[in-house]
């Protein structure tokens, strides 16, 4: 199985400051035909189900705010709030869809300094 | 807008059977490229996929639960279940129905609201 393991686990940001949180794969998740990351990153608020914020490791889903921004291939990503918005105070989970079965970081708590 | 929402027990005992039902609205589940599945979160931690099904009845399951993990679907009512026999505090979650887009362990790009099975005599 793939192990994701996100840094750090925890983080606070002032608003308006960038966010950045990392995730490292235990193997590469970029499948050479055709050159994809297999990453995706998901916010999740409390009391809420997950939602899809990245896809493809850079792709934004269809209506989430370009302050957010995945980079990264193989086994290392980021995902980047460029301003951080109180709205955006939740826990953070990237997850491999390389091979089966699907995994997930740990999560990474962002915080309001 | 396509929802998903949860149903079954909120309760069962050790050693029983947890069942859930995920009914689907907005959207057929019939619809292609899309895989249906299950994920699991206990209190306080992260995210465990569970399995998930195509509308044909194709299964794929986390070989972790695979041994105690039935994924089914009705095509008829626009549902699909879970099932998970043998349950221990351990299964103890909340679980979410999800939609997976592109692939059967694809990322979700829709969730139900979850539900939260407690294991419990």
């Known amino acids: 199985d793939i192990v994701m393991t996100q840094s750090p686990d925890s983080l606070a940001v002032s608003l308006g400051e960038r966010a950045t949180i990392n995730c490292k794969s235990s193997?590469?998740?970029?499948?050479?035909?055709?050159?994809?990351?297999?990453l995706a990153w998901y916010r999740q608020k409390p009391g809420q189900p997950p939602k899809l914020l990245i896809y493809?490791?850079?792709t934004r889903e269809s209506g989430v705010p370009d302050r957010f921004s995945g980079s990264g291939s193989g086994t290392d990503f980021t995902l980047t709030i460029s301003s951080l918005q109180a709205e955006d105070v939740a826990v953070y989970y990237c997850q491999q869809y390389y091979s089966t079965p699907p995994s997930f970081g740990q999560g990474t708590k962002l915080e309001i300094k | 807008q396509l929802q998903l929402q949860e149903s079954g027990p909120g309760l069962v005992k050790p050693s029983e059977t947890l069942s859930l039902t995920c009914s689907v609205s907005g959207g057929s589940i019939t619809s292609s490229h899309y895989y249906w599945g299950w994920m699991r979160q206990p209190p306080g931690k992260g995210l465990e996929w569970i399995g998930s099904?195509?509308?044909?009845?194709?299964?794929y399951y986390n070989p972790s639960l695979k041994s105690r993990v039935t994924i089914s679907v009705d095509t008829s009512k626009n549902q699909f279940s879970l099932k998970v026999s043998s349950v221990t505090a351990a299964d103890m979650a909340v679980y979410y129905c999800a939609r997976h887009r592109g692939g059967n362990y694809h990322p979700v790009d829709y969730w139900g609201q979850g539900t939260l099975v407690t294991v419990s005599s």
């Open positions: 493809w490791a850079s």
């Open positions: 193997q590469s998740v970029l499948y050479s035909s055709n050159n994809n990351n297999y």
């Open positions: 099904i195509y509308y044909s009845g194709s299964t």
